[in-house]
Nanobody, 112 residues
Framework: QVQLVESGGGLVQPGGSLRLSCKASGFTFSSYVIGWYRQAPGKERELVGSISATGDWTNYVDSVKGRFTISRDNAKNTVYLQMNSLAPEDTGVYYC?????WGQGTQVTVSS
């Protein structure tokens, strides 16, 4: 069955960096777009960005452009979300998605 397992979350100070990973299994990983989403407390889940099957294009929500980078390693069935210059408003649970499946999420907290 399809499984998506996120990791790499944690507590970081404003201005810091984190790299999240999403390890996938149960499908032909290299054939699918993968998205990263986040859900802040009290808010709806939003798309952070996505990456094409081959990794040749990515797109991002405006609020993270220039700070976040999505990449993938199809040999490892893994997608990454590199997050730099983190701010408190980046706090939330981060999920990866291969439609219609979701991972369990990983908590990111940006606080001093």
């Amino acid at each position: 069955q399809v499984q998506l397992v996120e990791s790499g979350g944690g507590l970081v100070q404003p201005g810091g960096s984190l790299r999240l990973s999403c390890k996938a299994s149960g499908f032909t990983f290299s054939s699918y777009v993968i998205g990263w989403y986040r859900q802040a407390p009290g808010k709806e889940r939003e798309l952070v960005g996505s990456i094409s099957a081959t990794g040749d294009w990515t797109n991002y929500v405006d609020s993270v452009k220039g700070r976040f980078t999505i990449s993938r390693d199809n040999a490892k069935n893994t997608v990454y979300l590199q997050m730099n210059s983190l701010a408190p408003e980046d706090t939330g649970v981060y999920y990866c998605r291969k439609s219609p499946y979701w991972g369990q999420g990983t908590q990111v907290t940006v606080s001093s």
